[in-house]
Every structure is written in structure tokens, then in C-alpha cells.
């Protein structure tokens, strides 16, 4: 880990900062009589779950907030204290929608036995805490039927408007240009790339021969770094210090994502950047936007070639859904905003977790 870096982004949000080392052994397989899945167990360590209940136990804590359910086993160490959980993306318990790479075509039925397992951990997990947050409410009511009496909060995933703002109209853009961003390690994102160059691009290609593709993001796994040799005019960046650039310089968004659930930063971010987007039905979902007036929603390899195509023709056409869509980002997806609403939770879940003790003492 590049500590340096890290510090770079986090020294200016967080007072204090405790760094304890990923894990390097096997955690057990069980924790309180639950399995815990794989993933799961690749991030939970005793010297994390140590240093946690020690800074607790000082008394000094309000509120511990969880997130992922990668980390939710660390709450098991702590007491005394209201603990909440954010789910990003409760796509881990849908059997048809999952975001493992394993649970992908006729093979997901071979771990019919893991993804049960699965559902009983995150059932677990959530008796740990005494609130639950999800950023769509799509997703609340997911968990919520394997969760039905636990209180579960819908708080969005938001954008800095002030980093990602369009100071240019989408409609002027001079580079022939799509892009698509994101963690290639997380399955949805790979085969969102693959798929988008196997059925859509060739479609698109065929009207406009000089269209680039841009693949930008972190860890991008095998099938991604080979999509340039397989397609003309399909570059892949790897990391990269800032999209913004990258955003800048395409004319639309695309996001044909297909697996997967939560709500799709990445729109938000080229919303915000007055970026034309252009995505599945699957990714639209968490968003609150109007299809049609605010972004395009097609499923159909050649209704999302036709949608892209669209676009690509029209700079009214790009300049209108642009500036709907940046709208959408300011009037919904402000941090300022959104923080107020997780302010409101934690207030809520301290003050009941306050009178609950005043009960128990009486």
C-alpha cells in the first residue's frame, strides 16, 4: 500500500487516522456461528479487530460507522456503542444479479450451496448493527426481505460538484470519442467493457469508422487489457490520476452495464460533467433521472449502438441531455446534500441507541 498516497487523500477529511496492515494470514472460516465468505475472510484481521474495540472502549466514540460487507464482521469486536452499516451494492445475495465472476452463466448453479451460505452471512452481518444504510431504494428493499425487521435507511452515493463541474458544453467536444470508467477487478465492470466491444461498437463503428473507445480505471484484468488487440480504436488507460480529463474530452458516456446493483457513480460524475450518458437499464436503476430527458436507456446491443449513434450526430441533441443530466447532479447529488442526510441517520440511531440504555437502567 502506498501510504504517502493515501495520506494525500485522507489526511484532509479525518482528524485522526489509525493504519493497521491488510491481514497476511487466513482469518477462521466462522465468526459467531456464521460462514464467512471468502472475500470476507481476506479482510478481516485480529489486529484491526483489536485496535477498533480498543479505541471504543476508550469512550470517546459516538457512532461506529461500517462499510461494505467485507469489513462488517469487524463490528462482532465492538460494543457499547451504535454501529452503522452502508450495503453499496446488495448485488452479493441476488442469485441472478450477482457481481462475483463465478456466478456468471450456467456455473452459478454449481455454487447454488455458496450463495445461500452467502445470503445467511449478510443476514448475519446486519444483526451486528443497529442501522442499515443503502444508496438506492431499490436496494433496501432487497435486503430488506432477508432482513425484515432490521431499520434500513436509503442514503445515495453522491459526486463533487466542485471537482467534476462542465465548464464547457458537452455539445462542442471536439474528439471523436466514448469513454466508460472504472475498477476492473469488480466483475460487472469487466464484463460491461467486453460485452459493450463484442455486440455495440461494431454497430457503432460502422457509422462512425474513427470513434475511439476509451477504457479508463484501475486493475484492468486480463480480458480488458486485451480488448485493444482485438478492437480498432479501443485504448485502455489503467490508472489514472484524475477521469476528468478523460470525461472532458469524449462526446458520450456509455454504460452498458449488465450485472450487478446499487447506484453507478460514474453517471453521476459525467452527469455532473455535463457529459451525454448513454446506459443500460441495469445501471440507470439507483439513479433518480428520467430516461429520455435526462440520459438514454436502451438494453438492446443495437438500441444502445442507435442511442450512441444519436448523439454522436446531433451536438443539440448532446447539449440538451448534457445539461439535463448536470441538473439532475445538482439538485440530487451534492455531497453538502447527501451528508445532511446521513447527519439525520446518525442523529436518529445515536439518540436511539441513548434512550435505549436509559431503559435498560431503569
Not at 454501529?83 to 448453479?109: C, N, P
Not at 484501475?218 to 488507460?237: D, I, W
Not at 441495469?282 to 448523439?311: H, N, S, Y
Not at 448532446?318 to 441517520?345: C, F, I, M, N, P
Amino acid at each position: 500500500m502506498d501510504l504517502a498516497n493515501e495520506h494525500r487523500y485522507l489526511r484532509p477529511v479525518f482528524d485522526e487516522i489509525y493504519w493497521v496492515d491488510r491481514p497476511r494470514e487466513p482469518c477462521p472460516e466462522r465468526l459467531e456461528n456464521v460462514w464467512l465468505p471468502k472475500d470476507v475472510q481476506s479482510f478481516y484481521g485480529k489486529e484491526m479487530a483489536a485496535a477498533l474495540a480498543e479505541i471504543v472502549g476508550r469512550g470517546e466514540t459516538d457512532l461506529v460507522h461500517v462499510e461494505f460487507d467485507l469489513m462488517a464482521p469487524y463490528a462482532a469486536a465492538i460494543s457499547g456503542v451504535p454501529k452503522i452499516w452502508t450495503m453499496h451494492d446488495v448485488g452479493a445475495i441476488s442469485f441472478f444479479q450477482s457481481y462475483f465472476r463465478e456466478m456468471k452463466g450456467l456455473g452459478k448453479f454449481r455454487r447454488i450451496p455458496h450463495w445461500i451460505a452467502r445470503v445467511a452471512y449478510e443476514k448475519k452481518a446486519a444483526s451486528w448493527f443497529d442501522h442499515v444504510v443503502t444508496l438506492t431504494e431499490a436496494d433496501r428493499r432487497r435486503f430488506s426481505l432477508i432482513c425484515p425487521r432490521r431499520k434500513i435507511s436509503v442514503v445515495s452515493s453522491g459526486v463533487d460538484l466542485d471537482h467534476f463541474s462542465g465548464n464547457e458544453a458537452a455539445a462542442f467536444r471536439a474528439t471523436d470519442a466514448i469513454v466508460y470508467v472504472g475498477h476492473y477487478a469488480h466483475y460487472p465492470n469487466e464484463d460491461a467493457v467486453v460485452y459493450f466491444c463484442r455486440e455495440i461498437l461494431p454497430l457503432i463503428r460502422r457509422r462512425f469508422p474513427s470513434i475511439v473507445f476509451n477504457v479508463v480505471g484501475s486493475v484492468p484484468t486480463r480480458p480488458v487489457r486485451e480488448l485493444p488487440g482485438k478492437y480498432p480504436h479501443v485504448f485502455v488507460t489503467g490508472l489514472v490520476e484524475d477521469v476528468k480529463p478523460y470525461l472532458r474530452g469524449a462526446k458520450v458516456f456509455v454504460a452498458p452495464v449488465r450485472i450487478g446493483q446499487g447506484i453507478k457513480g460514474k453517471i453521476l460524475e459525467a452527469f455532473a460533467m455535463g457529459l451525454p450518458v448513454v446506459a443500460s437499464s441495469r445501471a440507470a436503476e439507483g439513479i433518480t433521472a428520467m430516461p429520455g430527458r435526462d440520459l438514454l436507456v436502451a438494453d438492446d446491443p443495437r438500441k444502445f449502438a442507435d442511442a450512441v449513434c444519436g448523439l454522436l450526430e446531433s451536438p443539440a441533441a448532446r447539449e440538451r441531455l448534457g445539461k439535463a443530466g448536470q441538473t439532475v447532479a445538482q439538485g440530487r447529488y451534492g455531497w453538502d446534500r447527501l451528508s445532511d442526510q446521513l447527519d439525520a441517520v446518525y442523529t436518529e440511531v445515536i439518540a436511539a441507541h441513548a434512550a435505549g440504555k436509559e431503559q435498560t437502567a431503569a
